[in-house]
């Protein structure tokens, strides 16, 4: 099994910053592939960003140029830093592991979730 803890949401200003971080812990070796995924009130889970183990990265076109996504690996921590939040940014935000080699997109292919974390973007 691996555990995810997220943090680093908030509530902050349109425009503004914020980071998450997603720490993993147990067996790692199945964190190949690590993603971020948020949800919306009345919304369906919405893919974020992707990275693989060796940094390549992909990102959902509403985040494209605003989001980064990176990972740690001796920390076995993946971050996602948001830049310029919109309000439509709101969301809980789910950190995921996969142990597949390639950067998924689809919630079915992460097997471990995280808890989520909250970001509220005012406008």
């Known amino acids: 099994q691996v555990q995810l803890v997220e943090s680093g949401g908030g509530l902050v200003q349109a425009g503004g910053s914020l980071r998450l971080s997603c720490a993993a812990s147990?067996?790692?070796?199945?964190?190949?592939?690590m993603g971020w995924f948020r949800q919306a009130p009345g919304k369906g889970r919405e893919f974020v960003a992707t990275i693989s183990w060796s940094g390549n990265t992909y990102y959902a076109d509403s985040v494209k140029g605003r989001f980064t996504i990176s990972r740690d690996n001796p920390k076995n921590t993946a971050y996602l830093q948001m830049n310029n939040l919109k309000p439509e940014d709101t969301a809980v935000y789910y950190c995921?592991?996969?142990?597949?080699?390639?950067?998924?997109?689809?919630?079915?292919?992460?097997?471990?979730w995280g808890q989520g974390t909250q970001v509220t973007v005012s406008s």
């Open positions: 147990g067996r790692t070796f199945s964190t190949a592939a």
């Open positions: 995921a592991a996969s142990p597949r080699s390639y950067t998924p997109t689809l919630s079915s292919d992460f097997d471990f």
